[in-house]
């Protein structure tokens, strides 16, 4: 009797061993990768937005750089008079106070630019992220490795480095989903707007 039971529990031991094995091995093959720095680059309104902030970016940088040398020139200007007169004290104090209400507005408009930068990430990754994982459950994948698809430069120290310390090593052709995303964000993306405009 105490064999059978020994028998049946090695028996049973081995078919949960067998199950479990076979269980871990069903879920690894579901698998799939993604490059989201390719969806990032090829997605249209995420590269647009980008251009245009990039546009404000210059755009600011050139008038900050005006305003600097409008500022020197009124400092110049400065020395010019007495130290020690009236007017020189109430036009440095007039410059020290555009200096500071200067720079408060350059910090407000960079913070507002990277704001703005923050948002457009935000929104593009969260719209991906639909996009995968709508794609994942019609196929039944149940984990999705972010990666870089990128091959490795050994020209390049950093492409080198990327490499390295990637948490990817080795993957069965199939596995990358990455056009598959871009091509399904193209076409919803074209269906809504037929004249290939972007909504702003």
């Keep these: 009797m105490n064999f059978k039971r ?23 093959t579901n698998v799939a990768l993604v490059d989201i720095g390719k969806v990032f680059e090829t997605h249209p309104h995420f590269s647009q937005q980008l251009d245009q902030l990039k546009t404000q970016a210059d755009q600011f940088k050139a008038s900050t750089q005006q305003l600097q040398q409008q500022f020197m020139a009124k400092a ?6 007495n130290k020690n007169s009236e007017e020189y004290r109430q036009m440095e104090a007039k410059l020290a106070q555009e200096s500071a209400e200067m720079e408060v507005e350059q910090r407000s408009k960079m913070r507002d630019l990277l704001t703005a930068e923050a948002r457009l990430h935000f929104d593009t990754y969260n719209e991906i992220q639909q996009y995968i994982s709508q794609y994942c459950q019609e196929r039944g994948i149940q984990l999705v490795i972010r990666y870089d698809s990128q091959p490795m430069n050994q020209d390049d120290p950093a492409s080198i480095m990327q490499r390295v310390n ?35």
Excluded: H, M, Y
């Design 6 to 28: 020994s028998t049946f529990a090695l028996v049973s031991s081995i078919v949960v061993l067998t199950l479990s094995t076979a269980s871990t091995a069903s879920a690894q």
């Design 166 to 200: 990637s948490g990817v090593i080795f993957n069965r052709p199939g596995k990358d989903i990455t056009e598959k995303i871009i091509e399904r964000i193209l076409q919803v993306r074209n269906a809504a707007n037929p004249s290939g405009t972007t909504n702003r």
């Design 76 to 81: 110049e200007e400065l020395n010019q008079f």
